[in-house]
C-alpha cells in the first residue's frame, strides 16, 4: 500500500483545524492566520493537514494553496464535495504542495440521501465513483469519506466502499457525523468494515463531539483497525466540536500498553504552543479544566496533592508537563537594556528560528516598546509579541494615537488618530463606555461601521504590569462573515483600539481578495 505511512505502529494523525475547525462558530481565519496555524501543526508533526475547502470562497482556495507552497513535511489536503467543480477547485488548491491529497465525500445514510440529497442510493454510489475516478485526475491520493457513517447501513456501506476503492479511495473515512454513536458501536461498525476492506486501505475516523463521546469514540475505532484519525487543536470543529487532538495523541502515548504500542508522528513538546495559538487566533480559549491544554490541567489546589506532588510529581500526575510543552522556568531574562544580538539569541534558545528580517526587526521594535513600559518580558510575553506581530498584517489602517476620557459622572470619550495612505486622521466621539467611545470614533474617521459580536481580554502573563491581549469580532456587512481582531499592549484600551482596527484590515483585505478593487470611504 502506497500510503503516507508504512510502518505498522503508527496513527496517521489528519488534522482538521482548518476546515471543521474553521466551521466553529465565530473561528473563522484569515490567511496569514492559516498559514501560521499550518506551520505549527507541521512543527507537531501532523501527517495530514485539511486546509480548508477550497470551492467555499476565494479566501479559502487563497488559503490552502498558499499553505501547500509553504509547507514542505506534512501531506496538504483540501475537501471537496462529490461535485465536479469542488474536485477541480481541491485539485488546483493543492496541486502545488509536495505532497497533497483530495478528500471527497458524500453522505450515505438514509436520512441524509432521502432528505438532504434526495437521491436514490444508486445515484450516490455513481456520484462517489464519479468524484474519486475525477480527483484521482489530479492527485494520486484521494481520500473518500461516507458522510454520517455512524447512521448508516452497514450493506451499503459495503458496497459504496467497495466502488470507491476499486476507483481509487486510499483512506475510507467513517465520520459520526453528528456525535451519535456510543463506543462500542464504533467498534462494532469498524471491525466489521476492517474485516472487509481487508487491507485495500486505510480505515480513518472522524468523530464530533455532540455526546462528549469523540475521542473515546475514536480510540474505540482504533482498537477496532482505524489506523487514520481526524481531530483538530483543542477540540475545536462545528458544534460541540471534534476529537481533540491533544486528548487522543497523549492517551496513545500515556497508555500505551493498551493501544498494542500503537503511537503517533506528533511531537507533543509542540501541543501547548498549538494549543495557544490556535485559542489566541480563533478567541476561543479551552476551558480551564479542559484535558491535557486546559489552564488547571496540572495545577494541583488541594495541600494534599501539593504536598504529594513536591515529594514525588507521579503522586498526582500521570503526565509531565514538559512532555506537552509546558516551561517549568518561563524564564525572565531579558529587559530595557538587552540589545538585538541577545534578543535573537533568547529567540533561538526558545526554538524560534524561522523568523525573517523584517519579521525579527518588526519584533525587538515591540519588544522595545513594551520594555519601557514593564519591568520584566517572560516567554509567554515574547512569544505574544511574535504570534500577535505575524496576525496583525495587511495595515491599511494604522493607529498611531488614543487619548480617552471617562469619569464616574460624565460621559466617556476617546480622541483617535490613524494613519492611511500615508496622511493622519484625528476625529473624536463619544459612547455608552469607554470601549464604544473608541469603537466608534474609528468608525467616524474610516467611514465603516463594525458591529461587535465579541469582545476578550486575556492577560498574557502574571502581574499587574501583564500585557493585555484583545480578540474581538467584528462584522462589517451582512454579506460577510464577522472578522476577528487582535491587539496586544501594556494598556487595555489600546489594545482594544488596536484589536478593532486589526478586524477592520482583514474584512478590507478579505474584500481586496474577493474583488481586487478595494473602495476605502474616507
Ligand atoms: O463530519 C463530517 O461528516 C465531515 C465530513 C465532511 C468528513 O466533516
Ligand atoms: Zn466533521
Known amino acids: 500500500m502506497s500510503n503516507i505511512i508504512t510502518d505498522d505502529k503508527k496513527i496517521i494523525i489528519f488534522d482538521t483545524t482548518l476546515r471543521d475547525g474553521e466551521q466553529s462558530p465565530g473561528a473563522?481565519?484569515?490567511?496569514?492566520?492559516?498559514?501560521?496555524?499550518?506551520?505549527?501543526?507541521?512543527?507537531?508533526?501532523?501527517?495530514?493537514?485539511?486546509?480548508?475547502?477550497?470551492?467555499?470562497?476565494?479566501?479559502?482556495?487563497?488559503?490552502?494553496?498558499?499553505?501547500?507552497?509553504?509547507?514542505?513535511?506534512?501531506?496538504?489536503?483540501?475537501?471537496?464535495?462529490?461535485l465536479d467543480n469542488d474536485i477541480k477547485q481541491a485539485g488546483l488548491a493543492v496541486q502545488q504542495a509536495k505532497m497533497n491529497r483530495i478528500h471527497t465525500f458524500i453522505a450515505t445514510s438514509p436520512i441524509h440521501m432521502q432528505y438532504k440529497l434526495k437521491m436514490s442510493p444508486d445515484e450516490v454510489i455513481?456520484?462517489?465513483i464519479n468524484a474519486v475516478t475525477y480527483a484521482k485526475t489530479f492527485v494520486d491520493d484521494v481520500e473518500f469519506s461516507l458522510e454520517?457513517?455512524?447512521?448508516?447501513?452497514?450493506?451499503?456501506?459495503?458496497?459504496?466502499?467497495?466502488?470507491?476503492?476499486?476507483?481509487?479511495a486510499k483512506t475510507i473515512n467513517l465520520p459520526d457525523t453528528v456525535g451519535y454513536r456510543l463506543p462500542n458501536e464504533i467498534y462494532t461498525m469498524v471491525k466489521e468494515l476492517h474485516t472487509f476492506i481487508d487491507g485495500r486501505a486505510i480505515i480513518s475516523l472522524h468523530n464530533h463531539n455532540d455526546l462528549g463521546l469523540a475521542v473515546a469514540n475514536t480510540l474505540a475505532g482504533i482498537d477496532a483497525g482505524a489506523r487514520q484519525v481526524e481531530c483538530t487543536i483543542n477540540g475545536l470543529g462545528e458544534r460541540a466540536g471534534n476529537a481533540a487532538m491533544e486528548e487522543i495523541v497523549m492517551i496513545l502515548k500515556t497508555r500505551k500498553d493498551m493501544f498494542g504500542g500503537f503511537d503517533t508522528n506528533i511531537n507533543t513538546k509542540e501541543i501547548?504552543?498549538?494549543?495557544?495559538?490556535?485559542?489566541?487566533?480563533?478567541g476561543i480559549e479551552p476551558q480551564?479544566?479542559?484535558?491535557?491544554?486546559?489552564?488547571?490541567?496540572?495545577?494541583?489546589?488541594?495541600?494534599?496533592?501539593?504536598?504529594?506532588?513536591?515529594?514525588?510529581?507521579?503522586?498526582?500526575?500521570?503526565?509531565?508537563?514538559e512532555d506537552i510543552g509546558i516551561e517549568k522556568n518561563n524564564s525572565i531574562v531579558l529587559g530595557k537594556h538587552s540589545g538585538r544580538a541577545a534578543f535573537k539569541d533568547k529567540l533561538a534558545s526558545m526554538g524560534i528560528d524561522n523568523l525573517s528580517d523584517e519579521e525579527l526587526n518588526k519584533t525587538f521594535e515591540s519588544f522595545k516598546n513594551i520594555c519601557d513600559k514593564k519591568k520584566e518580558i517572560t516567554d509567554d510575553d515574547i512569544r505574544m509579541i511574535i504570534t500577535n506581530e505575524k496576525l496583525v498584517t495587511n495595515v491599511t489602517y494604522e493607529l498611531l494615537s488614543l487619548q480617552i476620557s471617562?469619569?464616574?459622572?460624565?460621559?466617556?470619550?476617546?480622541?483617535?488618530?490613524?494613519?492611511?495612505?500615508?496622511k493622519e486622521?484625528?476625529?473624536?466621539?463619544?459612547?455608552?463606555?469607554t470601549i464604544d467611545a473608541i469603537f466608534k470614533t474609528i468608525d467616524r474617521i474610516t467611514g465603516y461601521h463594525g458591529k461587535l459580536n465579541d469582545y476578550k481580554v486575556k492577560a498574557v502573563s502574571e502581574g499587574q504590569d501583564a500585557l493585555a491581549k484583545v480578540t474581538c469580532s467584528v462584522t462589517f456587512s451582512d454579506e460577510n462573515p464577522p472578522m476577528i481582531g487582535h491587539g496586544l499592549s501594556i494598556d487595555?484600551?489600546?489594545?482594544?483600539?488596536?484589536?478593532?482596527?486589526?478586524?477592520?484590515?482583514?474584512?478590507?483585505?478579505?474584500?481586496?481578495?474577493?474583488?481586487k478593487d478595494t473602495k476605502h470611504n474616507l
Not at 288 to 317: M, R, W
Not at 425 to 433: E, F, K, Q
Not at 497 to 509: E, G, H, K, P, Q
Open 28 to 82: 473563522s481565519m484569515n490567511t496569514g492566520e492559516k498559514i501560521q496555524i499550518a506551520q505549527q501543526l507541521e512543527r507537531l508533526r501532523v501527517d495530514v493537514i485539511e486546509a480548508g475547502f477550497a470551492a467555499a470562497s476565494h479566501g479559502d482556495f487563497d488559503a490552502i494553496s498558499q499553505i501547500a507552497q509553504t509547507i514542505q513535511n506534512s501531506r496538504i489536503c483540501s475537501l471537496a464535495r462529490a
Open 126 to 128: 455513481k456520484k462517489a
Open 148 to 168: 454520517d457513517a455512524g447512521r448508516s447501513e452497514i450493506p451499503f456501506m459495503k458496497e459504496i466502499i467497495d466502488a470507491v476503492i476499486s476507483a481509487g
Open 272 to 282: 501547548m504552543r498549538a494549543s495557544k495559538l490556535v485559542a489566541t487566533i480563533t
Open 288 to 321: 480551564p479544566n479542559k484535558a491535557i491544554v486546559g489552564k488547571n490541567a496540572f495545577s494541583h489546589e488541594s495541600g494534599i496533592h501539593q504536598d504529594g506532588v513536591l515529594k514525588h510529581s507521579e503522586t498526582y500526575e500521570i503526565i509531565r508537563p
Open 406 to 422: 471617562s469619569c464616574s459622572a460624565g460621559v466617556p470619550s476617546s480622541a483617535v488618530c490613524i494613519k492611511f495612505e500615508g
Open 425 to 433: 486622521y484625528t476625529d473624536a466621539a463619544i459612547g455608552d463606555g
Open 492 to 515: 487595555t484600551m489600546l489594545a482594544s483600539a488596536s484589536a478593532y482596527i486589526s478586524a477592520l484590515n482583514s474584512y478590507l483585505s478579505m474584500k481586496n481578495l474577493l474583488s
